[in-house]
């Protein structure tokens, strides 16, 4: 509701100096005491909010008091309707804290108190909604919430709270159990963690693509939606994360001036949600996904692509399919082992030297410009190795890891490329590398219906055949190499590539024969060859169209 998501913007306005027209900018301020106080008010009850482990009553009291102190001594000032709002919403939550009775009667003053002195100002028919709400679900007194909530459909018709109102007094004519439902739904609020950001707000960013990254402390719930220019404040895209903190050392603005995005910023936009911003230049569309362990919710922004060349460009032009640079990604690394193999081996080291032996044949061999997402041993989250591919403005990207399966004869090279899993064994395979729960990978599914729609799918599929195909083939030459094929499936870490994109799996570290293989330098040289055999014959394939 309004007043809840009002509560930030209170703030910042009370801290803001009453302006006086005429007044001269230059003059030596005479300072507005009562202002003052005012902004000290706010001040105590922004940071008493944001910590929510405070138990203890006498600084809540304390922020009560300066709240109070600053009303009384100035009644008539233009932020005193915000003042006694915030004593309200002050004396509530040490209501929700303490369970003394009495906060809970003196916030319902404060709240009747703001709507008879100041009828006409914009938070009256905010706080007497929250009046009605604390008659109906906290006092159990349905026919003063009827009263109340009329109240506000008579003297408020055209107000914000006036369909909320008459939405809540239709359930209660309905015999609908209003209280025991908001009831239910505030115990099951306060029995979860409030959440908060775990770190800044990070991002990685082209003209025509940028990937913001917000990590907290465990899942959340989150709604997004744009909201039109307005003056000086351009068109912003916000998300909204419930039950969340965010410390006041996040909050400051990150500039980004990619031509996409202005700048992000974060705040928190009342007691219970934080509000992320991305002030926007030109985007053209945007997607949000999240994952899991740590939970993150990422927002992918795209733009124009840039204008075509004057010249007449091939078919694999027009596809943007023209081959320049290849990311090579090592899978896991760092905190991050991966599969655990017979004999101490470990998928992160395994796929970091095939990775680096790739690289560098391609670096020799070809004229393509070739990066690595980590050339040692240490953890890059998934979300940042797409980032790093589509900031680097790369044409493909080729993801290398290591199996691994309960059966220790299972065994063999199979390639994927981002899709939907039709079976349980591409189910698994996703939920292992993604480090997520089948459950998880069953929501993921759901987000990429959405998310699958602009990407290059038939071409991630096209490179994937070149990739396994060369693998087995070159493989098969010497060794006993079961070919499982190529497959599809949801992989967090394929998610947002704006080039086809592939994962390969080149052997199961559960298979004492194929560690054995691994073991071998000449074995690891030998995939290396043979990925970028299969990279060399995709490229060839795009010349030829």
């Known amino acids: 509701m309004r007043n809840s998501r009002l509560l930030l913007f209170l703030i910042i306005f009370l801290l803001l100096p009453p302006f006086a ?58 932020k005193a309707p915000f003042a006694l709002y915030l004593l309200g919403k002050t004396h509530e939550e040490m209501h929700e804290r ?43 007194d349905e026919k003063n919430a009827e009263k109340i909530l009329a109240r506000i459909i008579a003297v408020y018709p055209a107000g914000d709270m006036a369909q909320a109102a008459a939405v809540m007094l239709r359930r209660m004519k309905n015999g609908d159990t209003v ?27 082209t003209k025509t693509y940028t990937r913001v990254v917000i990590e907290t402390s465990g899942p959340v719930q989150f709604q997004e939606a ?42 928190q936009f009342d007691p219970d949600t934080v509000r992320v911003v991305l002030d926007t230049e030109s985007v053209k ?12 919710v990422v927002i992918d922004v795209t733009g124009a692509k840039p204008k075509t060349p004057d010249h007449l460009p091939t078919l694999a032009e027009q596809f943007g399919l023209g081959v320049k640079t290849i990311v090579i990604d090592p899978g896991h690394g760092g905190k991050d082992p ?55 403005e790369a044409d493909l990207f080729v993801s290398i890891h290591a199996n691994s399966a309960p059966n220790n004869h299972a065994s063999g090279v199979e390639t994927y490329f981002l899709s939907l899993a039709t079976s349980r064994e591409e189910m698994q395979a996703a939920a292992r590398e993604n480090a997520a729960s089948s459950s ?16 290059k799918i038939e071409e991630s599929a096209r490179l994937a055949g070149c990739v396994q195909g060369e693998l087995v083939n070159g493989l098969q030459q010497k060794h006993d190499v079961k070919n499982l094929g190529v497959k599809k499936a949801p992989f967090i870490v394929l998610i947002g590539a704006q080039m086809p994109a592939v994962l390969t799996e080149i052997a199961f570290l559960s298979n004492e024969e194929e560690v054995r293989r691994l073991r071998d330098e000449r074995y690891l040289e030998a995939i290396a060859r043979h990925i970028v055999a299969g990279v060399r014959q995709y490229v060839a394939k795009l010349n030829t169209m």
């Open 21 to 78: 027209p005429g007044a001269s900018l230059a003059a030596p301020p005479q300072q507005d005491r009562a202002g003052k106080r005012f902004n000290l008010a706010s001040c105590l009850y922004n940071n008493i909010t944001f910590r929510q482990g405070e138990t203890s009553p006498d600084r809540w009291r304390r922020c009560a008091k300066t709240l109070k102190l600053a009303y009384d001594q100035e009644p008539g000032h233009e």
């Open 98 to 140: 303490f369970h003394d009775p009495a906060d809970l009667a003196a916030a319902a003053g404060y709240y009747e108190d703001l709507a008879m002195i100041f009828p006409r100002h914009a938070l009256s028919d905010d706080a007497l909604l929250i009046l009605g709400t604390i008659a109906l679900t906290k006092n159990n």
């Open 179 to 205: 209280a025991d439902n908001a009831a239910k739904k505030e115990q099951q609020q306060d029995a979860l963690p409030m959440a908060h950001l775990s770190q800044p707000i990070r991002f990685w960013s």
């Open 226 to 267: 744009f909201l039109k220019a307005e003056g000086e404040l351009p068109r912003r895209l916000y998300v909204d994360l419930k039950h969340s903190r965010i410390a006041p050392t996040f909050q400051n603005p990150i500039p980004i001036r990619d031509g996409l995005l202005k700048q992000v910023r974060g705040a």
């Open 285 to 296: 569309d945007y997607k949000i996904f999240t994952m899991e362990e740590p939970f993150r």
């Open 338 to 392: 991966g599969a655990l193999g017979v004999n101490g081996m470990q998928e992160k080291d395994i796929v970091l030297t095939v990775a680096k032996k790739v690289a560098a044949i391609l670096e020799k061999e070809t004229a393509f410009k070739v990066i690595l997402t980590r050339d040692r041993d240490t953890y890059i989250p998934l979300e940042e190795r797409t980032a790093i591919a589509n900031t680097r």
């Open 440 to 455: 998880q990978i069953s929501d993921l599914q759901k987000i990429l219906q959405d998310l699958m729609q602009n990407s």
